[in-house]
């Protein structure tokens, strides 16, 4: 199929910060793609098999629900491993067989890496530091062996550090909120580990890319990020006017830097601008 034929999309995780903003990107394409969100729960076999076998066909899967902050993953690693991993298997293994040779783009992170002075390329080996990178790199692997079994064809965009003024809970931009707004007028703030390099992008940034792979029908693994690092202090700095209170004490003595090599990206024809 070329990247010019039409195009129905299934998206999983759709009502996620993430998922709408596939949507959009989506929606927004002069391709005029079809667009369905997926409307049950992945780990419900029987219900995925149903509404696959419905009678309606997809071209493309975007497989974007997760199981992400990673305090919720910490907290329940056993459902953790269930949706990010057997859910994964699931939706993917029921997709590929209503509709084959089908595309599938499963949605990754830049936390199957380990830390590293340099940026990091898709060919640096997977090194998780917590339970979250885990179960993405188990999905990973779950996805690629059933899309490989039912003769598939399957996209990794592996995401870096994400941001959107939609998210809550644990991330970072709304911890910062909430404490900017305990902080009272001084808007004197701690950042424990102030110092650690990331490479953050705006959510848009991420979906716009993950649409770029999916409706061009790109095969491989491919990191996603802006190729820059930035401190987190500064970071947060860029989003608000704030004092940071007990610097040295929250210096990270052992701050890590974790920044995308997005030179395999770029060569798609994807801009980052």
């Given at each position: 199929m070329s990247s010019n034929d039409a195009q129905s999309f299934l998206v999983t995780g759709g009502r996620g910060v993430l998922g709408q903003q596939i949507c959009k990107a989506l929606n927004a394409?002069?391709?005029?793609?079809?667009?369905?969100?997926?409307?049950?729960?992945?780990n419900d076999r029987p219900f995925v098999r149903n509404f696959m076998t419905s009678g309606r066909g997809f071209t493309h899967l975007i497989h974007a629900a997760a199981i992400v902050p990673t305090i919720l993953v910490s907290s329940n690693l056993k459902?953790?491993?269930?949706?990010?991993?057997?859910?994964?298997?699931?939706?993917?293994?029921?997709?590929?067989?209503?509709?084959?040779?089908?595309?599938?783009?499963?949605?990754?992170?830049?936390?199957?890496?380990?830390?590293?002075?340099?940026a990091i390329s898709e060919a640096t080996p997977p090194e998780p530091l917590g339970s979250?990178?885990?179960?993405?790199?188990?999905?990973?692997?779950?996805?690629?062996?059933?899309?490989?079994?039912?003769k598939g064809r399957?996209?990794?965009?592996?995401?870096?550090?994400?941001?959107?003024?939609?998210?809550?809970?644990?991330?970072?931009?709304?911890?910062l909120k909430e404490k900017l707004e305990a902080s009272g007028p001084k808007r004197e703030i701690e950042i424990f580990g102030?110092?650690?390099?990331?490479?953050?992008?705006?959510?848009?940034?991420?979906?716009?890319?993950?649409?770029h792979l999916a409706s061009n029908s790109i095969t491989g693994v491919f990191n996603v990020g802006s190729g820059k690092g930035q401190s987190i202090l500064n970071f947060a700095k860029n989003q608000f006017k704030f004092n940071l209170s007990n610097?040295?004490?929250?210096?990270?003595?052992?701050?890590?830097?974790v920044i995308a090599d997005t030179s395999r990206l770029l060569a798609t024809g994807f801009s980052v601008e």
């Amino acid at each position: 199929m070329s990247s010019n034929d039409a195009q129905s999309f299934l998206v999983t995780g759709g009502r996620g910060v993430l998922g709408q903003q596939i949507c959009k990107a989506l929606n927004a394409s002069p391709l005029n793609h079809l667009v369905t969100l997926f409307p049950g729960d992945i780990n419900d076999r029987p219900f995925v098999r149903n509404f696959m076998t419905s009678g309606r066909g997809f071209t493309h899967l975007i497989h974007a629900a997760a199981i992400v902050p990673t305090i919720l993953v910490s907290s329940n690693l056993k459902q953790a491993y269930q949706t990010n991993v057997m859910g994964t298997e699931n939706i993917i293994a029921e997709f590929l067989k209503a509709n084959p040779d089908g595309h599938v783009s499963y949605v990754s992170s830049s936390h199957v890496y380990g830390n590293s002075k340099k940026a990091i390329s898709e060919a640096t080996p997977p090194e998780p530091l917590g339970s979250y990178g885990r179960t993405k790199l188990a999905g990973e692997f779950v996805a690629s062996d059933v899309t490989m079994s039912l003769k598939g064809r399957i996209c990794i965009p592996r995401l870096f550090s994400l941001y959107s003024d939609e998210q809550s809970g644990s991330f970072l931009l709304p911890s910062l909120k909430e404490k900017l707004e305990a902080s009272g007028p001084k808007r004197e703030i701690e950042i424990f580990g102030w110092n650690n390099i990331r490479d953050f992008s705006t959510a848009e940034f991420h979906a716009r890319a993950v649409v770029h792979l999916a409706s061009n029908s790109i095969t491989g693994v491919f990191n996603v990020g802006s190729g820059k690092g930035q401190s987190i202090l500064n970071f947060a700095k860029n989003q608000f006017k704030f004092n940071l209170s007990n610097k040295r004490s929250t210096i990270d003595p052992s701050a890590t830097s974790v920044i995308a090599d997005t030179s395999r990206l770029l060569a798609t024809g994807f801009s980052v601008e």
